[in-house]
């Protein structure tokens, strides 16, 4: 930009710089001067890049907002286009909910822990599932061998899940669920076990993750097709609207994204766009969309990169509330609103010098407060090398106390915003993703991308680029390519998980089903497999089947039966 | 040094659907000038040695991220052990402990590399063994 200064020279002769008259004619000269003495200066010899590998000026002003609306654009929280905030009085009124995801071995250990996290001022649940009940084998079947219990808690049946939540009333706590491919057997359960409690389902209050596009995406933990998987999307969205009205029947996931290698746009754009194929679904089913958006909710990284992070939340409010106002006509303000689950970059975290994962998830989770985040799961620092032993985890759990007690972050409410950098890294980020929508929309949506490639290559070759930056020391990770100590022991305990575990579970899937009602069972199965072909709302028919003591991996393995599998495309 | 390319079998047996580390490791060897099989997801030890017997690989390389290492590894091994396949190395990476590497090199798999390993290193190990390798038979026959 040619700065708008005019050149003179005084009486004597010496030239003089006389300022334009315009607010902002003057700030462009100061920065176009300022860029000059710039260009002068020396410069440390590494890629000023973000973390996701974009290039980032030295300085904002005011000159890089010139596009920006105050008012329509950044607004004030609480409104349209909530850029600031999805609340009026956000941590004010009521701080983010510290919820540390917490699963392993079997029901009675984790429900340990749950009472243990509880005890430490944890103020909502987190169940992590081992891969065997993540992808629907039982404990007992061929698959599972090794996995049982080891990186999450191993649920089989009803029975599992009545022990999991032992003593916890749960009309009381918030409890998310990461589960995705067999999602609805679990809402399915959880409403089994509250009913047990004598808690009907108006009154929960939770999340399922149930977000399958992203596991086609890249967390690959996909049952069966993504028709199929879609419709019993819809089935859960409509039977919350209608039965359990505080209850999140998906929580659509940027974080895996991320950690498959995505860059920060990817992750949002990606994301936002599998939210939006969510919402064409249930409109082409018939819903009101202002029936089931306000219970849509979303889950993000967050990277080391701070203020890329903070800018991305703040891009995710603005996109999703425009597009579900202009593009999908909804009217109730609640539907528009972006509200989040946040957890610190897993794959952020070095094996080198674990202790710095502590600092780093201190970052990250600053981000995500800074960002607004409705809830947050900080990492512990072990967990490159095993799950978190519960000194890591109490540790990551005090993190976000500090935060929320101690840095006074919490008082103002979007304290970046208004920042040059923060709102013009906003604005490209929006930018970004609608090029990125437009691509998608032209492959012909999400699921095509999904059949293509499309997306696996986009991150496969992110993944690639930022090793290629680490290996050649372009970018530096502390303790891995610098600052590296020779020799170094591990001085912090592990956690191992009993092999007894899976043996002990194994016996007990095998004994369940020798002592349920059988009839009971073989009726709901059989009910089940006809709603199935007669393509009927499928909750119903489920939470019969759960009831029964039919096992996840019995009804996984006659929707498999009925809905057939998938295979993705091999890309690296 | 051998002029034919070294083959690897790049793979993810078990459950775990983690793919980021085991595709820029297939990238940056066949980048390095390997020939890479990648075998996708989900598949079980006996698909693994199965396909590596077929491919006639010189590695295999398997990416574990879910804790199964413990299980999943020595039954490759004990399937490599089964085929005969004495001139084949098995390596991998992912979520392992120290101790666990120990007792999995005690076993007889290669070494194993944990997050933060340099591609490059991954590459000059496999060169290297190979390299190894091709002295060793140069010696005995």
Redesign the interface.
Known sequence: MTPTVRKDRRDDGRPIVQEASTREERMAARVAAWRDRWDRQSKRDIDFTSTSSMEVAPIYTPVDLADNDPVDDIGVPGEYPYTRGVYDSMYRTRLWTMRQFAGFATAEETNERYHFLLDHGQTGLSVAFD??T??G?DSDHP?????VG??GVAIDSLADMETLFRGIPLDQVSTSMTINGPAIIFLALYVAVAEEQGVSPDKLRGTLQTDILK?YIA???WLFPPEPHLKIIVDMMAWCADNAPKWHPISISGYHIR???STAVQELAFTLADGFTYVEEGIRAGLDVDRFAPRLSFFWNAHNDFFEEVAKYRAARRIWARHMKERYGAKEPRSLLMRFHTQTAG?S????QPENNIVRTAIQALAGVMGGTQSLHTNSMD?????PTEKAVKIALRTQQVIAYESGVANVIDPLGGSYYVEALTDRMEAEAEAYFRQIEGLGGVVAGIEEGFFQRE??SA??RY?EE??ARRRV?V???EFIEQDER?EIP?LR?DPRYEREQCDRVRELRAKRDDAKYQTAMVRLRQAIQEEQNLMQPVLDAVRSYATVGEIVELMRDEYGTW??P??? | MTEQKIRVLVGKPGLDGHDRGAKVVAAALRDAGMEVVYTGLHQTPEGIVETALQEDVDVIALSILSGAHMTLLPRVLELMQEAEMNDVLLTGGGIISKDDMQALAEMGVGQLFGPGTATGEIVEYIENWVNDRGAKVGTTS
């Not at chain 1, 698959?143 to 996995?147: I, L, N």
């Not at chain 1, 975290?349 to 080198?352: A, R, S, V």
């Not at chain 1, 967990?383 to 799950?387: D, H, P, R, S, V």
């Open positions: 891969l065997p993540l992808m084998y698959m599972s061998e090794g996995e080891v990186c596991e967390q690959k933990e950690e498959a290698g794959c975290l070095t094996e080198q967990e490159t090398y095993a799950l991150l496969a993944a690639s090793q680490i290996d990770i303790g891995v390519n591990l592990i998980i295979r993705e091999s890309i690296f």
